[in-house]
Each structure stands twice: as C-alpha cells, then as structure tokens.
C-alpha cells in the first residue's frame, strides 16, 4: 500500500499505530541499505598475509635444517679422513725393527751397544724411496740381518758432511761404524749416486750390511 504527499496525515496514524505497511520493493530496498556486507577484501588480505607468513617459515625451516645437514655431513667427513694410525719410527721400512728418532741418538747407541749404525735417507713423496721401502720391508733376510744394526731412517739431512759425501739425494743408505766412523768405502753399485739402491739391487744391500757389520779395528 503506497501514500502520496496528501495523505501524510494518514502515513503518520498508520505508523503511530503500527498498522503500516510497505511495499516490497521499499523491504528491497531497506534491506539493501541496511544489510551489512562482510569486509571480503580485508579477509582475502589477511588470508594472503597469512599464507605468505606460513610458506616463509616452512623455507626457513627447510634451510635452517639443510644448513645443520650440511654441517653434520661436513663434520663427519672430516671426522671419517681424520683417523690415521699414528707415524711410527720405522715410517714403514720394518715395524717390527727397532728404530732410533735422531741421529745423535743412533751414534750414542752405536757406540754403546757396539753395533754398527745403518741410516736411510729417504722422502715421503720420492717414488724411488717408496720402491725401495717396500722391498727392504718385505724382504725376510734383510729385516733379520737388520736386527743386528742401530737403525735410523730420516726424511731430512743432517748437519753431518759425512753423510752425503756425493750429494744430498734419495733414497740413500749409509753405515757408520761403532768407532763413529762413517762407512764411506761401502758404496752401491752406481758411479754419480755412489750410495743409492734400487730394488733391483736387494742382493748388494745385503752383501753391504754384511761387510759393515765387519767391524773396523781400533786401537785402543
């Protein structure tokens, strides 16, 4: 039921009353000024924020726990190469012989014990040293007629000339006498490197141990 201006006095009645009534697309109308609408852009907003907040904290995660794996596998490769047997004397030329550290220590032995002394000079990284290692070492008869020598293998010179009368090279062998004499007229079998042994050269080393245990006479 709709009402025109002149009938104002009529709207006014029917509203104090209650009796008054409204078309529906007045409702319409009504309902589509009063109806309040959900803020959809701000939860859409907040929705996203939170999304972004949660994937930066799972790549954190995912780093943070790369980062420790990384560091754990690090660590334990280092852990893994670091156990080595510890260097002994004998630097691989007989581990069941006994060998002195320093030379002063050879000569003060070989004077004492009256054995002669037989040095090896020798290098880690030289191929020819290596060669010649692993022949002394598994040869039986040179490893028990080593038994009866003060031994000493150095991987650096000494101060001593006497122990490289032809030159400082490797791998060279020397005997020094219980007198502290230094054997130089015991030689190998080559003319510009007169104390070098090869592998193939086992049978002269042995001949040469043999000559210097053959003591030299001093008087006394």
């Given at each position: 039921m709709g009402y025109k201006k002149r009938?104002?006095?009529?709207?006014?009645?029917?509203?104090?009353?209650?009796?008054?009534?409204l078309p529906a697309s007045s409702f319409l109308a009504k309902d589509k000024r009063t109806d309040i609408q959900p803020p959809f852009h701000r939860v859409?907003?907040?929705?996203?924020?939170?999304?972004?907040a949660?994937?930066?904290?799972?790549?954190?995660s995912y780093t943070l726990a790369k980062d420790?794996?990384?560091?754990?596998?690090?660590k334990k490769d280092t852990k893994d190469s670091a156990p080595k047997l510890p260097q002994?004397?004998?630097?691989?030329?007989?581990?069941?012989?006994?060998?002195?550290q320093t030379y002063e220590e050879a000569l003060y032995k070989s004077k004492t014990s009256n054995k002669p002394l037989?040095?090896?000079h020798h290098l880690d990284e030289c191929p020819h040293s290596q060669a010649l290692k692993k022949v002394f070492a598994e040869?039986?008869?040179?490893?028990?007629?080593?038994?009866?020598?003060?031994?000493?293998?150095?991987?650096?010179?000494?101060?001593?000339?006497h122990l490289s009368p032809d030159g400082q090279y490797v791998p060279r062998i020397m005997f020094v006498d219980p007198s502290l004499t230094v054997r130089a007229d015991i030689t190998g079998r080559y003319s510009?490197?007169?104390y070098a042994y090869e592998p193939s050269d086992v049978a002269l080393l042995l001949d040469n141990m043999k000559k210097a245990l053959k003591l030299l006479k001093t008087e006394l």
């Open positions: 009938d104002g006095l009529a709207f006014l009645k029917h509203l104090r009353t209650g009796t008054l009534k859409f907003a907040m929705e996203k924020i939170s999304v972004s949660f994937l930066l904290l799972v790549a954190l420790i794996t990384v560091k754990s596998g690090a002994t004397l004998s630097r691989g030329w007989g581990d069941q012989l006994i060998w002195t037989m040095i090896i040869n039986k008869e040179i490893q028990k007629l080593a038994e009866q020598f003060v031994l000493l293998n150095l991987v650096y010179e000494t101060t001593d000339k510009n490197r007169l």
